[in-house]
């Protein structure tokens, strides 16, 4: 991608360009796990398709900005995925990510930073993006609240906010480790209820699996499920219609005598993690409620016997219709809300369908050799960006 191109002519025929990159430095050749086909095709079917749905509802937009919350990693293919999705629908993305300089390994800063200028020279890249060099879970730091904040507030609200995460998002148990991946979703949740009134998108990437999802979190998040299996016995009977999942054994689980085979862990961890947000969303006002969109799982440890690793994504929408200023006079933005009838349960059971269609997209890519082959294509082109041999890519993942 060029750094400089007539934006104008692109935006108006709605392709984005696809002239190869002149990279003055060796392309690299060691290929991580996040460089594999499946998670390519995550960016494109799953996040990008989803961003693209979103910016369809938000077409009245004026100033055609994405804001982004990001965790990149030092190839930030994320935001360049993004970046050409984006482009085609004559959106520009501003994002903001979280980077860790604790964990710097090999020469990732730098190459981060080499990143960093390459995304900058794009025609769909806001100026204003901007890598913070902490930790996503610094949002709920008491120390590093301010600094923190003010980089939320100078952005406003994020119409798309992906935590693609390495280890468990239940990792660590809520109240007894302050700095939790829970305190940090909590604290974004309430800035974006505070900020906004248009509907965004969370995406969630986790292991789930019994060494990297902390019991005691585990036991806290299914009390959110124990409280509807209690409740609603349509919640229940689709439990256990749908998931197998029966109200003896989430009820047992939820007070700690956590018996889960595999794949109910699977599901009673996607459940219960969707439930503590629609809680959250809806906990007080301006309230909030949640819809669980096509997630996919794939196998991380082939020692495990079924999936560990989840790519969840949820919409999250106001649960009250606001009236519309047409004239802009107004000066607070929940002024004059209508109150709305905001139904959790009905909610929580639209949950568990959900729940229970979540594919794994290592089988969909192994019984269709011509879809990888074009996610494999499509891989290359986007690692080529990002100065990865293409060749070397292509043979590496293609199929035999």
């Known amino acids: 991608m060029p750094p400089e191109m007539n934006v104008g002519d692109d935006f108006v025929k709605g392709i984005a360009p696809t002239i190869a990159p002149i990279n003055l430095l060796p392309s690299k050749h060691d290929f991580k796990p996040w460089h594999k086909p499946r998670k390519h095709w995550i960016r494109i079917n799953q996040w990008c398709v989803e961003t693209a ?13 994405l804001t982004y919350l990001s965790l990149p990693g030092p190839d930030m293919l994320d935001i360049r995925a ?19 300089p604790a964990v710097e390994v090999d020469n990732e800063q730098t190459e981060l930073n080499i990143s960093r200028n390459e995304l900058a020279n794009l025609p769909g890249i ?8 902490d930790r996503f879970e610094a949002i709920a730091s008491t120390e590093k609240v301010a600094v923190v904040f003010q980089h939320l507030e100078n952005f406003g609200s994020f119409d798309v ?26 604290a974004l949740i309430e800035h974006q209820s505070n900020n906004r009134t248009d509907p965004w998108l969370l995406f969630v990437t986790t292991r789930v699996d019994c060494d990297t999802v902390n019991l005691k979190a585990l036991k806290s998040l299914l009390g959110c499920v124990k409280a509807n299996v209690q409740q609603h016995p349509k919640f229940c009977e689709d439990l256990k219609t749908l998931l197998s999942l029966d109200s003896t054994t989430i009820n047992n689980a939820a007070n700690g005598d956590i018996k889960l085979k595999p794949k109910e862990l699977y ?13 959250y969303l809806a906990s007080s006002p301006p309230l909030w409620t949640l819809d669980m969109l096509d997630s996919w799982a794939y196998q991380v440890n082939h020692q495990n016997p079924s999936p560990d690793m989840l790519s969840l994504a949820f919409k999250c929408m106001p649960a009250v219709k606001p ?36 594919k794994n997209i290592d089988t969909r890519l192994k019984n269709n050799v011509n879809e990888l082959r074009s996610t494999v294509e499509g891989a290359a082109t986007l690692m080529e960006f990002a100065r990865y041999d ?3 890519y292509i043979k590496k993942f293609s199929p035999v």
């Open 82 to 100: 993004m970046h050409d999705e984006c482009f085609k629908l004559g959106y520009k993305v501003k994002y903001l990510g979280f980077n860790d």
């Open 323 to 358: 009236k519309i200023d047409h004239f802009k006079l107004g000066l607070n933005p929940h002024m004059g809300r209508e109150q709305a009838t905001i139904s959790e349960r009905d909610a929580a059971i639209r949950l568990i369908p959900m729940v229970k269609d979540v």
């Open 390 to 392: 293409r060749n070397a």
């Open 53 to 65: 749905a979103l910016i369809k509802q938000l077409k009245t937009r004026e100033n055609k900005v």
């Open 161 to 186: 906010v992906n935590l693609d995460l390495c280890n468990s998002v239940a990792a660590h148990v809520p109240l007894e480790h302050q700095e939790t991946y829970f305190s940090a979703i909590a």
């Open 126 to 133: 806001h100026p204003d993006s901007l890598i913070v060099p």
């Open 267 to 279: 599901h009673a961890f996607t459940l219960a993690f969707g439930k503590w947000l629609l809680r």
